[in-house]
C-alpha cells in the first residue's frame, strides 16, 4: 500500500531555467516556450517526459495570463497523472480540464487546534470569493484567541 501512495507523488525542483515534476515514477521536464501551435497552451510527451506550456497562443500571439498558464499546467499534469495510473479518463479532455480546474483551487487554509492543542493545515477546495470570507473569519478569530 506504502509503495502505491509512492507512485503518484509530485516533486517539483527548479533547476534554473526548467522544473522537474516527477508524476509516478516518470521525471517530466517542465518548459515553458513562446508558443505551441496556433491554439494550444500546453502539451505532455509521455515517451520523451517533457511538458511543454506556452506563454503565448493564436494567430495574433496573445500574451496568455497567469492563470491561464497555470490552468494549462495543472492541464497537463492531470494528463500525466492519468496517464500513469493506466486511465482510460486520460484522454477525455472534458474530465481532464474539468478535473485540472478543481486541483488548481485547492488551498492550504489554517485549522482550529487539534485536540493535542497543535494548529493544523488542511488543504480543501475553496472558491475565490469563499476564501476571502474564510480568511476574515481566520483574522477574527487569531485576535480572540
Given amino acids: 500500500m506504502r509503495r502505491q501512495a509512492l507512485l503518484f507523488v509530485m516533486e517539483m525542483q527548479n ?4 522544473m522537474r515534476l516527477r508524476i509516478g515514477r516518470s521525471l517530466y521536464k517542465v518548459l515553458r516556450t513562446a508558443r505551441i501551435g ?3 497552451t500546453g502539451s ?6 517533457v511538458i511543454t506550456l506556452a506563454r503565448s497562443v493564436g ?19 492531470v494528463h500525466g497523472i492519468l496517464y500513469d495510473m493506466r ?8 474530465f481532464v480540464e474539468s478535473f485540472a ?3 488548481r483551487l485547492l488551498k492550504w487554509v489554517p485549522h482550529n487546534k487539534n485536540a493535542a ?3 493544523e493545515n488542511v488543504l480543501v477546495p ?3 470569493e469563499r476564501l476571502r470570507k474564510l480568511r476574515k473569519k481566520v483574522s477574527r478569530n487569531k485576535g480572540s484567541s
Fill in 87 to 94: 486511465h482510460k479518463l486520460e484522454a477525455n479532455e472534458k
Fill in 44 to 49: 505532455i510527451d509521455y515517451d520523451s517526459k
Fill in 101 to 103: 480546474k478543481r486541483l
Fill in 15 to 18: 533547476n534554473g531555467e526548467h
Fill in 38 to 40: 496556433s491554439c494550444s
Fill in 126 to 128: 475553496q472558491r475565490p
Fill in 117 to 119: 492543542g497543535f494548529h
Fill in 59 to 77: 494567430v495574433s500571439n496573445r500574451k496568455l495570463s497567469k492563470q491561464e498558464q497555470e490552468q494549462s499546467f495543472y492541464h497537463e499534469v
